[in-house]
């Protein structure tokens, strides 16, 4: 009986030492949070979780505990699941939408969004485009690295036809959606 109660405390502290990919999640929606850029913080963080697998209830869950940014908000209020393999970051919503970056243009994402992240870049953009209107030309970008120049936080976005433009992002408010990656670029 004692060995039978000692084990059931030895599986209840690895349990609760254990942080598993939900409550890694809303360490990360809180980090992002209280960052300068939280879109920015949240996508470098997010290839932290290693190989995992998030449902919509666990996606919710960590939404809840965490103070989330308004920046964040559009897609993480859309995510029926998040699914990460190696460097590869999938995210599948409840529907397709567009979000409106901070009035300097749109990120239209379909179902199922997924991309390669390496560090500060992300590339293999499947389901993501890029547009200076709603219903404009769409574009989907080679690359997006984001980094500094100047001490200013930047990405570098990189389009077909286009090339690679840096576009200063600005700091977030509680009034921006997300920073402005599109308005730097002229789609033709």
């Keep these: 009986m004692k060995s039978l109660l000692l084990t059931a405390a030895l599986l209840a502290a690895s349990t609760l030492a254990y942080a598993g990919p939900q409550e890694d999640l809303t360490r990360i929606l809180t980090e992002a949070s209280g960052s300068s850029n939280p879109s ?53 919503f409840s529907q397709a939408f567009a979000v409106n970056l901070a009035g300097q243009g749109y990120a239209h994402f379909k179902r199922s969004v997924s991309f390669e992240l390496d560090g500060r870049t992300l590339r293999s953009f499947r389901g993501f485009k890029l547009s200076q209107s709603l219903n404009g030309l769409k574009a989907t970008p080679r690359s997006i690295r984001f980094g500094n120049h100047g001490g200013v936080p930047s990405a570098w976005v990189s389009l077909p036809i286009v090339g690679t433009r840096r576009i200063p992002l600005v700091q977030q408010s509680a009034e921006l959606e997300t920073p402005g990656l599109t308005g730097g670029l002229r789609f033709g």
């Excluded at 913080?41 to 932290?48: N, T």
């Excluded at 697998?53 to 940014?69: T, Y």
């Excluded at 920046?71 to 998040?82: F, H, N, T, Y």
């Design 40 to 92: 920015v913080s949240f996508l470098e963080s997010i290839g932290s979780l290693g190989n995992a697998d998030l449902s919509a209830s666990q996606v919710a869950a960590a939404v809840q505990a965490a103070p989330v940014h308004p920046a964040l908000r559009p897609v993480l209020d859309r995510v029926s699941r998040i699914r990460i393999s190696g460097s590869t970051v999938r995210f599948d």
